[in-house]
């Protein structure tokens, strides 16, 4: 089933609540999204990217406007609202801005709701033509009985459908390979553990589940054949994923594992540098509390960035919905993109 979908109101699983219960929820007011967002029951770039035009659609219908140019002046404005709440993503600015500028060509409240929803329909159904096209070329790196590494989770819940660097891996496995998966668990929300092999043991594919702090004892022993991940923004130096990203790219060069990112054109922010991105920090209670049970003393200091950028000196290779994109990337990624 799809992670994200309109039906009188924006339907997405709630994340929060996997493995244990697999629930929907809708949002019919823009705050209620903003609240999904910043508590991650939606997440993942290409998801989000759905989530911000739908965020668009919204703000187009939860209240009644009257004049034209009163309701394009609210849609502006929720924009700039939507885009603030998960800064390090680039996807969801670049939904909701397509999102806006097809509203904005209305000019009527009935042509301005038509076309915000028409463009944002029309998002949702790329990204699942992409990320298919993500699985069908990145499958081609991957051989019969190979092991995967993967870490967070980029699968079809970071997406609309099908996933990136897990789509890859489905994808190999309809075309009759036996691939294995481990997946690390990712502090401090474990969206390895509880994501990745949620969704991968409902598709009945092998997976693996271990602590982050194995990941360089499996590599070491030659459990592992490829690293594939995905990734939250693609800039001309790094890749930003999710907060150790970084720490497994290390390890599989210092292995000569191959470590692959797959990840959409929507992803790459090819015009800045790692420099200019900010890394989104979250709370404390996130390391401190896990649920109720107290792990830390409630004084102690935290620090909790939820991305770290890792060197594109480290990576293999970027699979992408266009093919995939090898060194040198200042030359490559542009030439394939056309960015």
Not at 55 to 61: E, H, Q
Not at 167 to 186: D, F, H, L, P, Q
Not at 266 to 280: A, R
Request: a neutral charge; charged letters at 25%.
């Amino acid at each position: 089933m799809r992670t994200i979908f309109w039906k009188d109101g924006v339907v997405l699983i709630d994340q929060t609540k996997l493995p244990e219960k697999l629930e929907l929820i809708t949002c019919k007011h823009v705050v209620e999204l903003l609240d999904a967002i910043k508590r991650l029951a939606v997440r993942g770039a290409p998801a989000l990217e759905v989530a911000g035009a739908y965020g668009v659609v919204l703000a187009c219908i939860e209240k009644e406007f009257t004049r034209v140019d009163e309701m394009k002046s609210h849609l502006i404005k929720t924009f700039d609202l939507i885009v603030s709440t998960r800064p390090t993503a680039v996807n969801l600015s670049i939904g909701a801005k397509r999102a806006l500028d097809a509203a904005l060509k209305g000019g009527s409240i009935d042509e301005i709701i038509r076309l915000a929803l028409q463009e944002a329909e029309k998002i949702a159904r790329e990204d699942i033509d992409r990320n298919r096209k993500i699985g069908e070329y990145g499958s081609k790196i991957l051989e019969d009985g190979d092991t995967v590494l993967t870490y967070c989770n980029a699968g079809r819940l970071a997406t609309v459908d099908w996933g990136t660097a897990l789509g890859v891996v489905r994808s190999a496995v309809n075309e009759g390979k036996k691939i294995r998966v481990i997946a690390c668990e990712t502090r401090p929300l474990n969206q390895g553990s509880r994501l990745t092999c949620w969704e991968l043991i409902q598709d009945g594919i092998d997976v693996t589940l271990i602590t982050d702090s194995t990941a360089a004892h499996v590599m070491k022993q030659g459990m592992v054949d490829k690293v594939i991940v995905g990734a939250d923004r693609i800039v001309r130096d790094s890749v930003f994923n999710k907060i150790g990203t970084y720490m497994i790219s290390i390890v599989a060069k210092e292995h000569g594992i191959p470590f692959y990112v797959a990840a959409p054109k929507t992803t790459f922010d090819w015009k800045k540098t790692s420099k200019e991105v900010i890394i989104e920090e979250r709370s404390a209670e996130e390391l401190v509390y896990c649920g109720e049970k107290l792990l830390a003393p409630k004084n102690v200091n935290v620090y909790n960035p939820a991305f770290d950028s890792t060197p594109l000196d480290n990576v293999t290779a970027i699979i992408t919905e266009h093919g995939i994109i090898e060194p040198p990337y200042d030359v490559n990624v542009p030439k394939v993109l056309r960015i």
